[in-house]
């Protein structure tokens, strides 16, 4: 790469990267009010009545990533007006870095649409970031639910049946799952650079390269108790599939970036916000692990329909996975749990729930896992790109084949099961 001002690249580059490494979409979207409504909608839920929910947002945080998406656009165009390709893999990097300051400004969108209480514009960015099922594939999940026997192929677990009654009948509250996360982190050689860190504020065990602070984390819940079982899963899924997989992106960059002006950019072009390919990968990891039950579900995709092709509100999209479920082998309280736990997340960013709408994230796991099956393993390494600028980064010339952190197997060096 020629640099015209290789200053102003070096110092676009490092603000590009350090605004856009804190504006995460997802966290933007997650409603701060979940726990004061969610024993009360369950309760209503129970008695028959689905009620369609008043989400709340941290509108500090969406103001603060509405703001910066005003930045995002001169640095990257500062960026590409200072640099001139000299061969095939400079001009990747550069198309690497217009998706990303792509994904930023997409953020950026979807928090003014959430200020504004606009959800028609915050669902035209969702949808331009994460994509839409498309018919066949919402077909292929409503089939998948009527003849699962043509779905799920036959995932033995790894551990026995009574070794897996042994390790439920061991639990780990939240600070051992941080403790053992960041053992984990520490057997990779992933820390500092990533810590496991308990945060009251989240759901969910979540791998975030993009937070807040730019700091890239493992947050856990505070009061988050789980199995053996479970903290074996989890961790091949966030550390083992998701933070290995960065940290191979980030160093494949690094082998490419290094010294120039552009390195600042390292671990933001490292990870894609379309996670399809990145949650397929760790999909497989969990099926590998607990066998056919962890399969990706079809009920995303076809509350993802109900929602944003038939105009369904919170309360009818709830009822009829509800009563999908219920149709199972599952009791009338798990099915309610699980109603709320798919529609909470199909509604994410959503301020009116009783119109139709879709965070279409979640019908990647499905499709990623599709994907990922059916595709060369050592892929699997880089899953924090997309498939396509995999494709790219090869026929460039760039070896996939040596990553920086092969898999190895933590969770019986580290866990001990």
């Not at 997409?106 to 099922?133: F, H, N, V, W």
């Not at 799920?152 to 051992?176: D, T, V």
Request: hydrophobic share 40%.
């Amino acid at each position: 790469m020629i640099y015209r001002d290789r200053t102003v690249v070096a110092d676009a580059s490092r603000y590009l990267s350090l605004t856009a490494m804190t504006m995460n979409p997802v966290a933007i979207c997650n409603p701060t009010n979940l726990s004061d409504i969610e024993k009360d909608w369950k309760t209503s839920a129970r008695a028959g009545y689905f009620p369609n929910p008043d989400f709340r947002y941290n509108l500090e945080e969406l103001k603060r990533v509405a703001l910066f998406g005003n930045n995002i656009n001169g640095y990257w165009q500062q960026i590409r007006n200072n640099c001139v390709c000299q061969n095939e893999i400079d001009r990747v990097i550069l198309q690497l870095l217009e998706h990303r300051a792509c994904d930023a400004m997409l953020a950026a969108e979807i928090a003014a649409g959430i200020l504004q209480k606009e959800d028609l514009r915050t669902q035209s960015a969702i949808i331009t970031a994460y994509g839409r099922p498309s018919s066949s594939f919402t077909m292929r999940c409503y089939h998948a639910l009527e003849n699962p026997a043509t779905y799920y192929s036959c995932n033995k677990p790894r551990f026995s049946e009574a070794k897996q009654a042994e390790l439920e009948e061991r639990s780990f509250k939240a600070s051992e799952i941080r403790d053992t996360f960041n053992a984990v982190l520490d057997y990779y050689g992933f820390r500092p650079a990533w810590q496991c860190v308990l945060d009251p504020q989240v759901k969910t065990i979540d791998a975030r390269d993009k937070t807040e602070d730019g700091q890239p984390r493992l947050v856990v819940p505070n009061r988050r108790v789980v199995n053996a079982r479970s903290m074996a899963t989890l961790i091949g899924h966030e550390i083992e599939c998701h933070i290995r997989s960065s940290e191979n992106s980030r160093a494949l960059l690094r082998r490419i970036l290094g010294g120039t002006p552009l390195e600042p950019l390292v671990n933001l072009l490292a990870k894609a916000d379309n996670e399809q390919f990145y949650e397929g990968v760790a999909k497989m990891s969990d099926v590998a692990l607990m066998g056919n039950g962890a399969t990706p579900h079809p009920f995303f995709t076809i509350a993802i329909n109900l929602a944003l092709n038939e105009g369904k509100s919170f309360s009818d999209v709830a009822k009829t996975v509800y009563m999908l479920k219920c149709t199972g082998t599952g009791t009338r309280d798990t099915a309610v749990d699980f109603a709320w736990t798919v529609t909470r997340r199909i509604f994410r960013g959503a301020t009116d729930t009783s119109k139709g709408f879709a965070f279409t994230k979640d019908y990647g796991y499905m499709a990623g896992y599709d994907i990922a099956r059916n595709i060369p393993a050592y892929l699997h390494d880089y899953s924090t790109f997309t498939l396509s600028e995999l494709k790219l980064l090869e026929e460039a010339g760039v070896d996939l084949m040596s990553p920086a952190y092969p898999k190895k197997d933590a969770i019986k060096d580290v866990l001990g099961v």
